[in-house]
């Protein structure tokens, strides 16, 4: 049963209100399509450019305003495309050029904005660039263009500085250790380059104006063929602290979260950091907090300060790019992965003159409770608000465990790096309830959000791939610890009958599909009543009438401070007021009297002539 709460009238003041500017980045609803998993035209088992246009219709018929294509260029695929040989073109294993072109066309027929990925932090060790600066040796201008260095010990065998990667391991490689060493010019070479990443991601220098004139050049050729924006790779890594000074703590992927280092670098996570990024940092979370988001020097706990990531000199080049994307019609726009917390620190990457969208990694780490979901959504509102940029929501993407079974274990929050079958298994039900009341409580939130193929379906990840068949690199760079990310990469399903369920024509998939994904399949949800596909086609067609991503938000009164209840009013101009309400964890909520059912996420239940809305669902309600 759920108790009323008493609600603070400073509680019930707005949360956010829209401000004046209307470009299409601010609401947008925004799809992320992993091009080696969406849908394969060739039949060799890797989704490709054809195969994506052909399946654009699903993404109109969804509802969705643009979609964000994950790297399609040149690449060795050392890490699934993130591994960049030549910026200004497509991979034989996606087609060519003139298929992104026509993509970029036909998406634009369809009334769907494209969204491209750009990896300015590092290249593919493949890169034409960086095969010249081996070649070149030590002290030569191409090796300028990245971040070669001298070892340290008498005959320079250690590292450079203590820094680790990412993926595991060391963030160093020394050149004559290279597996293409032994018959090259280089064999005997003693330097080394720095990878934050897999040494196959060589890590640029961006304090060379060569670098900078190079990405802007790849931004004009892109920008050129008509693409409306950049998702940025790593926003937060390209420039280092001079020196690169030893550090010791260790960044994990997406939240910017960071272990507590030594105390002996310039950064890392205070003790009494949150142990699970900014949502942590208290229920009731202060708005004014995020007051002066322009601060240089946030002493706020956990902030991610390692002198690899989130450096100064980083917004100078945003500042640079936001003028260059000015120059082209359309409002396109750059949005920043970057894992930078408190978030008032990540809303200086959208200051007016920089990019314009930051990836809401915050959001996605909350775990399933309602103070800390609360927290989250009103430190997002004061943060972005405070700069005059959009906030966004997301809550899956091809770097973590699908929130349909993050939601289903037992401790909710960002989850493992991968699941594999010999660890505790999600509860997949639970996991795809609290998924369906999690996605549709972020699709009324204002802003934009971001969607994750896949998700639209239901889909929970692969968590018994063979481990033979794991392709990330995080998987041997860890020691086999972490499995990785491939069990959300996993190809999608179409059709519930056909072989790879309708992936590629020849029924190829370069990983396995579950043998019990047939239910998921595109038609085995379309026009079925309560599927989760129809839910997300709902919700982005309510969300659209009645103005939801534009609207003002406050908090419902009465469940303002509840412990397991998340509500709020929203209010768009000229229309009536949504109220949407999310049992969050184990309680029922009576539904107030007089009001429309707009949308639920889940069954809702007749009860003493009233209606109850169960655990783990979300409804959105109108005064009827
Ligand atoms: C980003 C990508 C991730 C990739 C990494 C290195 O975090 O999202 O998939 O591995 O950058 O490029």
């Known amino acids: 049963?759920?108790?009323?709460?008493?609600?603070?009238?400073?509680?019930?003041?707005?949360?956010?209100?829209?401000?004046?500017?209307?470009?299409?980045?601010?609401?947008?609803?925004?799809?992320?399509?992993?091009?080696?998993?969406?849908?394969?035209?060739?039949?060799?088992?890797?989704?490709?450019?054809?195969?994506?246009?052909?399946?654009?219709?699903?993404?109109?018929?969804?509802?969705?305003?643009?979609?964000?294509?994950?790297?399609?260029?040149?690449?060795?695929?050392?890490?699934?495309?993130?591994?960049?040989?030549?910026?200004?073109?497509?991979?034989?294993?996606?087609?060519?050029?003139?298929?992104?072109?026509?993509?970029?066309?036909?998406?634009?027929?369809?009334?769907?904005?494209?969204?491209?990925?750009?990896?300015?932090?590092?290249?593919?060790?493949?890169?034409?660039?960086?095969?010249?600066?081996?070649?070149?040796?030590?002290?030569?201008?191409?090796?300028?263009?990245?971040?070669?260095?001298?070892?340290?010990?008498?005959?320079?065998?250690?590292?450079?500085?203590?820094?680790?990667?990412?993926?595991?391991?060391?963030?160093?490689?020394?050149?004559?250790?290279?597996?293409?060493?032994?018959?090259?010019?280089?064999?005997?070479?003693?330097?080394?380059?720095?990878?934050?990443?897999?040494?196959?991601?060589?890590?640029?220098?961006?304090?060379?104006?060569?670098?900078?004139?190079?990405?802007?050049?790849?931004?004009?050729?892109?920008?050129?063929?008509?693409?409306?924006?950049?998702?940025?790779?790593?926003?937060?890594?390209?420039?280092?602290?001079?020196?690169?000074?030893?550090?010791?703590?260790?960044?994990?992927?997406?939240?910017?979260?960071?272990?507590?280092?030594?105390?002996?670098?310039?950064?890392?996570?205070?003790?009494?950091?949150?142990?699970?990024?900014?949502?942590?940092?208290g229920a009731a979370a202060d708005p004014t907090a995020a007051a002066d988001p322009t601060a240089a020097d946030d002493p706020a706990p956990g902030a991610n300060r390692g002198p690899m990531f989130d450096q100064e000199g980083v917004h100078d080049i945003y500042r640079r790019w936001h003028e260059v994307l000015a120059e082209y019609d359309g409002d396109r726009a750059l949005v920043a992965e970057a894992w930078v917390d408190p978030l008032s620190r990540l809303a200086r990457y959208v200051r007016p003159d920089e990019m314009h969208q930051a990836f809401n990694f915050a959001f996605l780490v909350t775990p399933w409770d309602a103070a800390r979901l609360r927290a989250c959504v009103a430190e997002s509102y004061a943060a972005y608000d405070a700069v005059g940029a959009p906030t966004t929501w997301v809550l899956s993407n091809h770097d973590v465990v699908r929130h349909a079974s993050r939601l289903g274990l037992a401790e909710t929050g960002k989850g493992p790096n991968g699941i594999g079958a010999e660890d505790t298994q999600p509860d997949a039900a639970l996991g795809l309830r609290r998924a369906r009341a999690a996605s549709t409580l972020m699709l009324a939130l204002p802003g934009s959000a971001y969607l994750y193929q896949g998700e639209e379906l239901g889909l929970p990840e692969h968590t018994a791939l063979d481990d033979d068949l794991r392709q990330d690199p995080a998987w041997p760079r860890t020691g086999f610890t972490e499995k990785g990310r491939d069990g959300c990469r996993v190809p999608l399903p179409w059709s519930a009958d056909e072989p790879a369920y309708g992936f590629s024509p020849t029924g190829r998939s370069w990983l396995p599909q579950p043998a019990d994904w047939a239910p998921y399949a595109v038609d085995a949800q379309t026009g079925v009543a309560g599927s989760t596909l129809e839910l997300y086609r709902e919700a982005l067609r309510l969300r659209a009438e009645l103005g939801l991503g534009a609207s003002a938000v406050r908090w419902a009164e009465g469940w303002a401070e509840s412990p397991d209840v998340v509500a709020f009013v929203s209010s768009a101009a000229d229309r009536a007021d949504v109220l949407v309400v999310t049992a969050v964890g184990d309680t029922t909520v009576t539904l107030p009297e007089g009001h429309e059912v707009l949308l639920a996420s889940g069954p809702l239940e007749a009860r003493d002539g009233g209606t109850v809305l169960p655990a783990d669902t979300t409804v959105w309600l109108r005064r009827g």
């Open 1 to 281: 049963m759920t108790t009323r709460t008493t609600t603070s009238a400073a509680a019930l003041s707005p949360l956010h209100r829209p401000g004046p500017d209307a470009e299409w980045w601010r609401t947008a609803v925004i799809y992320q399509v992993y091009p080696r998993s969406f849908a394969d035209a060739d039949g060799d088992g890797t989704g490709d450019l054809p195969g994506i246009t052909a399946r654009l219709p699903h993404l109109a018929a969804l509802g969705v305003d643009a979609i964000w294509l994950s790297p399609f260029y040149r690449s060795p695929q050392a890490d699934a495309g993130y591994d960049v040989a030549d910026y200004r073109d497509v991979d034989p294993l996606f087609g060519t050029l003139d298929d992104a072109d026509h993509l970029v066309r036909e998406a634009h027929a369809l009334g769907l904005r494209v969204i491209i990925d750009l990896v300015p932090n590092h290249t593919s060790d493949q890169h034409a660039w960086f095969r010249a600066a081996l070649d070149a040796g030590p002290g030569s201008p191409e090796r300028a263009r990245y971040l070669f260095r001298e070892g340290l010990g008498e005959h320079g065998e250690e590292p450079p500085n203590n820094w680790s990667s990412i993926f595991g391991g060391n963030a160093w490689t020394r050149v004559r250790d290279r597996a293409d060493a032994p018959g090259s010019t280089w064999a005997d070479d003693g330097q080394w380059y720095l990878h934050l990443f897999d040494s196959a991601q060589p890590d640029l220098n961006w304090d060379n104006p060569e670098v900078h004139a190079e990405f802007e050049s790849v931004l004009r050729f892109w920008l050129d063929r008509g693409v409306d924006g950049f998702r940025v790779d790593v926003a937060h890594g390209l420039v280092k602290a001079a020196g690169l000074p030893d550090w010791s703590g260790h960044v994990r992927m997406v939240d910017g979260e960071t272990e507590p280092a030594d105390g002996d670098g310039a950064g890392g996570a205070a003790d009494d950091a949150p142990s699970d990024g900014p949502a942590g940092t």
